[in-house]
């Protein structure tokens, strides 16, 4: 499935469709069964509506925007949803206490071998339990998909993971000393706050880039993305737990430490599959954090988006819950050996001529 042009030859075409499409029924196959597996739990499917007024407020999600017209001609901006969070919990609010969702997301920016701009997330909710049932949840999830597709392991790219394994189980800090040889919670405050300085510290220390402009987060994120995702989930699933509660928007802080957030991450062959929460359900707390995401967005990217108002409301109602959004075309990638995402879309957004 490869070309010499600058661009992929057309997914429509009869030979590359023939090549496709055993993964392409895999990926039905996987759908119907994680459907049957939560409706035998007792979870209700439902269906977000794509259009919303926010398309979520982290700092960097890009989305696509689009004018709703109305009868008067006057014009208001929507936004295709980043993700169904918003309209899941107000579900919640409204007395739902397991959910399902299947829904296409969008994403702007975003276009590689793990990125399409249009995927398919399945998000599911638990409200009054804690986010650890999300992780059993995880492991049923992942030997379901490798069952159904006939596989003993997940693979990519000739790393593989052995999702019927007891996962490991790792918190960022612990993460950060083993593959970095760097203590990260000396550089965070139990008020939440960060030192910049002491992580551009030990990052300098270790010879690796620091600009003047980095913030903690840029930092922190250089870190993870460079030295610690690459090791994570070899050989078997990963849970990568306690983030920072600056890099965990929605999640709530841990009772144990409040430096830390209730949010783990599934990674298997070194690919973010999942990432889960402990809800966080104050509004105010949760205005304060989409304000300050919204003013780092502006500081990056020139741009905001608006507060869904509603979504703070509905929070004040929400009872305590848990949360998580699974990419489930990579789910697929790794059940079926796929090298990249479009292999596993039925129909891939087309690419410019400069792609």
Not at 129 to 152: F, N, Q
Not at 281 to 289: G, I, L, M, S
Not at 305 to 326: V, W
Request: glycine share 6%; charged share 25%.
């Amino acid at each position: 499935m490869t070309s010499s042009s600058p661009c992929p030859s057309p997914w429509w075409q009869p030979r590359i469709h023939a090549d496709r499409r055993p993964l392409l029924l895999t990926r039905n196959r996987i759908q119907a069964a994680l459907r049957a597996h939560f409706s035998t739990r007792d979870f209700v499917e439902v269906e977000a509506a794509c259009l919303q007024v926010s398309p979520g407020n982290e700092a960097h999600l890009s989305a696509f925007a689009t004018e709703a017209i109305r009868h008067d001609g006057l014009r208001e901006t929507l936004y295709l949803h980043t993700s169904p969070e918003f309209a899941c919990k107000k579900l919640l609010a409204a007395g739902e206490t397991k959910i399902l969702s299947i829904a296409k997301v969008f994403r702007n920016r975003e276009r590689g071998p793990l990125h399409h701009p249009e995927f398919t997330m399945v998000e599911w909710y638990r409200a009054n339990e804690g986010y650890a049932a999300l992780m059993r949840d995880c492991a049923e999830v992942l030997g379901l998909a490798a069952e159904t597709a006939g596989v003993p392991r997940l693979t990519y790219r000739g790393r593989e993971a052995d999702p019927f394994a007891p996962f490991e189980r790792l918190s960022v800090a612990e993460a950060f000393a083993r593959h970095a040889g760097i203590d990260l919670l000396a550089t965070m405050a139990r008020d939440g706050g960060t030192d910049r300085d002491a992580l551009a510290s030990a990052i300098a220390a270790r010879g690796l880039r620091v600009a003047e402009d980095d913030t903690w987060a840029d930092l922190y994120s250089r870190i993870l993305v460079g030295l610690i995702e690459p090791h994570l989930g070899d050989g078997r699933p990963t849970l990568l737990c306690e983030y920072p509660v600056s890099e965990a928007a929605l999640a709530r802080p841990s009772p144990s430490d409040p430096r830390v957030a209730e949010r783990f991450e599934l990674y298997a062959c070194g690919v973010e599959l999942a990432n889960a929460f402990g809800e966080l359900t104050n509004p105010a707390e949760q205005r304060r954090r989409f304000e300050a995401e919204m003013d780092e967005k502006a500081r990056v990217y020139g741009e905001r988006y608006p507060i869904d108002e509603d979504f703070l409301d509905a929070l004040a109602i929400m009872p305590e819950a848990s949360g998580i959004a699974l990419g489930f075309d990579r789910l697929v990638m790794l059940a079926t050996g796929a090298p990249r995402i479009d292999d596993v879309v039925w129909t891939p957004v087309a690419r410019g001529s400069d792609a």
